[in-house]
């Protein structure tokens, strides 16, 4: 089993050599580059690729790497709404994700997200490196005994959930499909969990039917000075409609790990570039705003997670004996 390893980081390569001791039918090689249509021909003479969130994976790609002879696509992550599956079906390669790695180390991060935000410490950071001890524009909300609104309640959704209870919050929810092993959650429909929580957290993916489910509508609906954060995808969200909500002074603090059309910076040092996109800099002008650029997977625990269940996928497609939870179709 040949592997082309696009857009490899050094903390993949890493990750991923600590494996591959176990793995002795495996043969990987890194690349830097990202698979676009363009760079899809260099996995000419390989089984597999294995690609990330930010690739592209539209149709074009997906031709090409048919026509070059991969039959198996590895995402090392949860999402795959970058991902043309129907392309893949048609063509007959697989698909097959890291489903959950470590939702705790997503819900760490926007519970952390939540608390920055909440007591300004990305502004308190730099002016007390400054010497400016004053507390004007720090005053926070405490977020015990408030109310959590979690949207969705799977893997990461439920860590998320249970960090916010442990905080001495209400927490209520929407998901389509409620988590009854979540007891203390009260699941309500979506305009109610916006209407009643102070802090609502998206934990659910995208697709058709969710694009842009935080609009003008919805924002309307929330709490004044609610805290809203954001780590599933940058879509589920219309950024001008936040970036008006924020400026009539809706929110107490708004955190983001992922925010529309962050694809080209994700993962990438862009100090240098003149950026096709004014997205962060209008969203970061604003003081009770706080990005990180989808982090929120990024831990010890979480890449050797990614690492094994990739290399477990592939494997298991070698033998034939694909685990269907991994798969997408
Ligand atoms: P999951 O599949 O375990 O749970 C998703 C939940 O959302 C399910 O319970 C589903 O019923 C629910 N859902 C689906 N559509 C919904 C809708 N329209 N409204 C409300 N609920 C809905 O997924 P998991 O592992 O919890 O991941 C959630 C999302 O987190 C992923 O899809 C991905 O977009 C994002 N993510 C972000 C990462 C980051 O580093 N920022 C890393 C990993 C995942």
């Given at each position: 089993m040949k592997i082309l390893f696009y857009d490899a980081k050094q903390y993949d390569i890493e990750s991923f050599n600590k494996?591959?001791?176990?793995?002795p039918e495996i043969t990987v090689d890194y690349i830097e580059t990202d698979i676009n249509e363009r760079t899809a021909s260099?996995?000419?003479?390989?089984?597999?690729i294995c690609a990330f969130v930010s690739s592209d994976l539209g149709k074009n790609t997906i031709k090409t790497l048919g026509e070059k002879g991969v039959s198996l696509i590895l995402m090392r992550c949860a999402g795959y709404n970058n991902v043309d599956l129907a392309?893949?079906?048609d063509l007959g390669i697989t698909v097959l994700r890291v489903p959950g790695y470590s939702p705790e180390a997503v819900a760490e991060h926007a519970m952390t997200l939540a608390m920055c935000v909440n007591r300004r410490i990305?502004?308190?950071?730099?002016?007390?490196r400054e010497n400016n001890f004053s507390l004007v524009g720090?005053?926070?909300?405490?977020?015990?005994?408030?109310?959590a609104g979690i949207i969705g309640t799977g893997k990461i959704g439920a860590a998320m959930a249970r960090i916010c209870h442990g905080f001495g919050m209400k927490v209520i929810a929407y998901d389509k499909y409620p988590n009854k092993n979540l007891d203390f959650i009260e699941y309500k429909e979506l305009e109610e969990v916006l209407r009643e929580s102070d802090l609502i957290s998206l934990h659910c993916p995208l697709t058709v039917e969710n694009y842009h489910m935080i609009n003008a509508k919805t924002i309307s609906l929330m709490k004044d000075?609610?805290?809203f954060v954001n780590t599933s995808r940058g879509e589920l969200v219309d950024t001008e409609d936040l970036i008006a909500g924020i400026r009539s002074k809706k929110f107490h603090g708004v955190g983001l790990d992922v925010y529309e059309e962050e694809g080209h910076n994700v993962f990438e040092n862009r100090e240098e570039d003149i950026l096709e996109s004014s997205i962060t800099a209008r969203l970061l002008s604003f003081p009770n705003v706080i990005i990180t650029s989808h982090q929120a997977f990024f831990t010890e625990e979480a890449l050797e997670a990614i690492s094994r269940t990739t290399l477990d996928?592939?494997?298991?497609?070698?033998?034939?004996?694909?685990n269907q939870m991994n798969q997408v179709k």
């Open positions: 494996q591959l001791k176990d793995y260099l996995a000419d003479g390989y089984d597999a392309t893949a079906d990305h502004k308190e950071y730099i002016k007390v720090l005053k926070g909300l405490n977020f015990y005994g408030k109310t000075n609610v805290i996928n592939a494997m298991d497609f070698k033998k034939g004996s694909i």
